[in-house]
């Protein structure tokens, strides 16, 4: 079975300070780890994938397959960035089938 | 935004009652999948349809069934409603020739049973 735990359903921050998102999963197979974004009155939408490595609006996030983890970094939050953040995995090949964590929501004050 | 839409945007239902919710794609998204959101939760993957077959299903019982049509709509059907079907409902679609995580989700429609 595969679960992804995102043990903060709050992180309140100020304009500049870093942002760590955690997430945590289980999962014995090879993953594939995603980053979903909710704004307010917007659609759920993709942020990031691992495999792309990438950074997006300035966030990036490392696999740790040794802690299990795909945490959600950005050194300086901006209030446009808050948001309901999602975590998700999906077993890497075939059909995509996500388990998504249930969420933190991040407030980045002025 | 993507064009994926869905209706109805809210809907009350009593216990046992029966439910369709609807969800409206472009042309070429030929991959749909559904999700159940309970509040303070993350979306549930429901089962997903493409080309008009099922071809994944989550952790849901039988009385969560799909239909996909030619026209890139497609349904989630639930029958006898349970307290614990309150929810968000998302349907998300996939053009053909996209990675298989491309997603372009719907608004939801909320469902609150009685």
């Known amino acids: 079975a595969q679960r992804v735990t995102q043990p903060e359903k709050l992180l309140s921050v100020f304009k500049g300070a870093p942002v760590e998102l955690k997430c945590n999963y289980s999962?014995?197979?090879?993953?594939?780890l995603f980053w979903y974004v909710q704004y307010s009155r917007q659609r759920l939408q993709l942020l990031l994938r691992h495999i792309s490595r990438e950074s997006i609006k300035g966030f990036t996030a490392d696999l740790n397959k040794g802690e299990t983890s795909f945490h959600l970094k950005k050194p300086f939050a901006q209030e446009e960035d808050s948001a309901m953040y999602y975590c998700a995995l999906s077993a890497s090949g075939g059909s995509y089938i996500p388990t998504f964590g249930r969420g933190t929501s991040l407030i980045v004050h002025p | 935004e993507t064009g994926v839409t869905q209706s109805p945007t809210h809907l009350i239902k009593t216990r046992g009652q029966q439910v369709t919710l609807r969800c409206s794609s472009q042309?070429?998204?030929?991959?749909v999948s559904w999700y159940q959101q309970a509040l303070g939760q993350g979306p549930q993957f429901i089962f997903q349809?493409?080309?008009?077959?099922?071809?994944g299903r989550g952790n849901f019982p039988p009385r969560f069934s799909g239909l996909q049509f030619p026209n890139y709509s497609s349904e989630l059907n639930v029958n006898a409603l349970e307290l614990d079907d309150s929810a968000l409902y998302l349907c998300?679609?996939?053009?053909?020739?996209?990675?298989?995580?491309?997603?372009?989700f719907g608004p939801g429609t909320r469902l609150t049973v009685l």
């Open positions: 998300a679609s996939r053009p053909t020739g996209t990675p298989t995580d491309t997603q372009y």
């Open positions: 999962y014995s197979g090879s993953p594939e």
């Open positions: 042309s070429g998204h030929n991959t």
């Open positions: 349809y493409y080309r008009e077959e099922e071809n």
